[in-house]
């Protein structure tokens, strides 16, 4: 596609429900990164996957966070019993080479 | 100390103004540089992109980085009411590891 597409664009959801966030990178990037950003803040790197190579999980901020993705293509970010500190609008970026590119973002609003 | 610091601003500019954004980093190993735009509720848009020292121009765009001094800075001649957004460095060691400013956010008043 021409570009990093994500949805939902907006969700909302009720405390202690599972969300699931797409990521459909930009078409032959191999790599794939999701962040976080609360209102205000800087970006939270979450995760990073390459290829077939084994995901750095490094950023994910506790068991609830998970992301799964396939070959190199779409990603889903899942969130368990989503708590109020998980609002914020979640990023997908991806790269082939020494920049990256972001979607619009997924705006999680936990209620 | 952080890696990356910038200014969170808010910076705000009479029309038509330079307006100069800066970055200042710590690790020497960083190489690759960049300036992302972010819109109000939108994804960050990559600006700039440079790998060494020295000015790279783009339009009204300008994009400087000293290593020696290990600092950063984006230049925007002319400047645009629709300048108005945040503005994030980037930077990295050539790994997939991508360190970001907090941002700057801009005000271009008309």
């Known amino acids: 596609g021409a570009g990093v597409s994500q949805s939902p664009s907006n969700k909302v959801t009720e405390k202690g429900k599972d969300v699931e966030l797409r990521c459909d990178p930009i078409?032959?990037?191999?790599?794939l990164y999701w962040y976080r950003q609360r209102l205000g803040q800087g970006l939270e790197f979450l995760i990073y996957?390459?290829?077939?190579?084994?995901?750095?999980k490094s950023g994910l901020p506790s068991d609830r966070f998970s992301a799964e993705r396939t070959g190199e293509s779409v990603s889903t970010l899942t969130i368990q019993r989503t708590q109020q500190e998980d609002s914020a609008v979640y990023l997908c970026?991806?790269?082939?080479?020494?920049?990256?590119?972001f979607g619009e973002g997924s705006w999680l609003t936990v209620v | 100390q952080k890696e990356v610091e910038q200014d969170p601003g808010p910076l705000s500019v009479p029309e038509g103004a330079i307006v100069s954004l800066n970055c200042t980093y710590s690790?020497?190993?960083?190489?690759?540089f960049m300036w992302y735009r972010q819109y109000s509720r939108k994804g960050p848009e990559l600006l700039m992109y440079?790998?060494?020292?020295g000015n790279k121009e783009d339009g009204r765009f300008t994009a400087q980085v000293d290593k020696s001094s290990k600092y950063i800075s984006l230049f925007i001649r002319d400047s645009q009411p629709s300048d108005s957004a945040t503005y994030l460095c980037?930077?990295?060691?050539?790994?997939?590891?991508?360190?970001f400013g907090t941002g700057t956010r801009l005000k271009v008043l008309a």
């Open positions: 970026a991806s790269s082939q080479g020494d920049t990256i590119y």
């Open positions: 078409s032959g990037h191999t790599a």
């Open positions: 996957f390459q290829g077939n190579s084994a995901p750095d």
């Open positions: 690790n020497s190993a960083f190489q690759y």
């Open positions: 440079t790998y060494s020292s």
């Open positions: 980037a930077m990295s060691g050539g790994t997939y590891k991508y360190i």
